[in-house]
């Protein structure tokens, strides 16, 4: 039976053209893939239609609100596909993949991320490879989950970050093991998909200011930690801490800092710095006054997880407890629980 895929173009690299200014993202993409493919071998690619996102972005311009805007188009149209590609920019796909993957729980087909590093426009580039795989995978593979492909790896969208600015191996999930790799040819990893739950999909409204992140540093003053804990309308607090949780302890201000945000109701958690880590609040003294504020454990997450996943739930939960339970629970294969 022919498989039909819905591409959602949203701007990106792999979609831009060089303007006197920099690359900018233009509209047409269709076009240019049909360009494109009259030099492969489209019979065995399956149908597609083509959305484009309006205005499209550079990724760097994201904003919590365009999460609503990918995963409603997928919601409208999820019985009319047999998967689903999001063409994205690099620098924030992480998180848009992190954040797709709280809101389409339970999916029963692929939800592919991909873009470029080169242009598709340009004759030397890796978006043509990229999209092809990931036309492929989201055809006529068992993937039902939400992905990043990128140059070979087929990685775990909530467990993925942009590890690379330059190379075309832009991505890595550096704190899980690869989904899948394509070389020669395509081999997945199945015993490590999620497990197929029940369809539970949300499109709630975000606020842009509700999560906020604190970066731990030699010298961060009371003055900085006091202005980001307290920034108006922040309900979430990711902190960014050293190795397995870390913070300087002997920093009153910062302690004090958190300490109020936590007690006027800011959910605070904390992740590690590092790419391949897991928070553990006690092991050394350091960490420890951290367990006492109430700062949750962000375990093994990306920053990128963690983050969308308390903007989800915020978005989504009304009652404080449940969030701070929620965040140590895995909802969608971000943590290791
Ligand atoms: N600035 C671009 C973007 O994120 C970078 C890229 O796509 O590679 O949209």
Redesign the pocket.
């Known amino acids: 039976m022919t498989k039909r895929i819905l591409i959602i173009y949203t701007?990106?690299?792999?979609g831009?053209q060089r303007f006197p200014q920099g690359?900018a993202?233009v509209s047409g993409f269709k076009e240019l893939m049909q360009e494109r493919f009259n030099y492969s071998q489209h019979a065995q690619l399956p149908e597609f239609d083509l959305t484009e996102l309006s205005p499209l972005?550079?990724?760097?311009n994201l904003q919590p609100s365009h999460w609503n805007l990918i995963a409603g188009q997928i919601i409208e149209s999820y019985s009319s596909y047999d998967g689903f590609i999001v063409l994205?920019?690099?620098?924030?796909?992480a998180y848009s993949a992190s954040a797709l993957s709280f809101m389409l729980q339970g999916l029963d087909k692929p939800v592919i991320f991909t873009?470029?590093?080169i242009p598709l426009a340009e004759l030397r580039n890796d978006a043509l490879d990229n999209l092809i795989t990931s036309l492929l995978l989201a055809a006529f593979h068992p993937v039902n989950e939400v992905c990043i492909y990128f140059n070979g790896k087929l990685l775990r969208g909530n467990r993925s970050s942009k590890v690379k600015a330059t190379g075309f191996d832009?991505f890595d999930s550096p704190n899980f093991p690869w989904l899948g790799q394509v070389g020669l040819n395509i081999e997945l990893h199945n015993k490590l998909f999620i497990e197929q739950g029940q369809q539970n999909f949300h499109n709630p409204v975000f606020v842009g200011k509700a999560v906020t992140v604190l970066p731990i540093f030699p010298g961060l003053c009371a003055d900085v930690a006091d202005a980001i804990c307290h920034a108006p309308g922040v309900k979430g607090l990711i902190i960014r801490s050293y190795g397995v949780g870390n913070l300087p302890d002997q920093n009153q201000g910062l302690l004090d800092a958190l300490h109020s945000a936590s007690d006027q109701g800011c959910i605070i958690v904390n992740i590690s710095q590092c790419l391949q880590a897991e928070v553990f609040q006690g092991q050394y003294a350091c960490s420890s006054v951290l367990n006492e504020i109430g700062v949750i454990s962000g375990g093994d997450m990306t920053v990128e997880a963690a983050f969308s996943k308390l903007h989800f739930l915020l978005a989504t939960e009304k009652d404080r407890a449940s969030i701070k339970q929620m965040m140590r629970d895995d909802l969608a294969g971000e943590l290791d629980s």
Do not use: F, V
């Not at 972005?57 to 760097?60: G, L, T």
């Not at 994205?88 to 796909?93: A, K």
């Open positions: 701007g990106g690299t792999i831009m690359y993202p972005i550079d990724s760097a994205h920019g690099t620098d924030t796909m873009g470029s590093q832009a």
